[in-house]
Nanobody
Framework: VQLQASGGGLVQTGGSLRLACVAS????????MAWFRQAPGKERTFVAA???????YYADPVKGRFSISNDKAKTTMYLHMISLKPEDTAVYYC???????????????????WGQGTLVTVSS
């Protein structure tokens, strides 16, 4: 599975962005797809996931502001981000895992396919 993330950019505090992650190479309709982010000098952390194409999960810092979804073909995953804050600044990575379970959905090692990352910068 190859993943290609896009949609990052520079936005002011309170602004919005939509990230996209296109999956190719294999059907991912039954995969768990996720977004992680990594700020400079910090570890990669969980943002959101959509489990087996249906159930969304969110990290507490983004609940109510970020929304994860996928298209009907389940080849493209989106992360719609509103009310962005400077602390949302990071490189955002998409990931896919064929055998993810809910209890480990926020753990990076759950996922064996990763995109290249897209930079989101939120200015204050």
């Amino acid at each position: 599975v190859q993943l290609q993330a896009s949609g990052g950019g520079l936005v002011q505090t309170g602004g919005s962005l939509r990230l996209a992650c296109v999956a190719s190479g294999r059907t991912v309709s039954t995969y768990t797809m996720a977004w992680f982010r990594q700020a400079p000098g910090k570890e990669r952390t969980f943002v959101a996931a959509i489990h087996r194409g249906a159930t969304p999960y969110y990290a507490d810092p983004v609940k109510g502001r970020f929304s994860i979804s996928n298209d009907k073909a389940k080849t493209t995953m989106y992360l719609h981000m509103i009310s962005l804050k400077p602390e949302d600044t990071a490189v955002y990575y998409c990931a896919a895992g064929a055998r993810a379970i809910v209890s480990t959905i926020a753990t990076p090692t759950t996922y064996n396919h990763w995109g290249q990352g897209t930079l989101v910068t939120v200015s204050s």
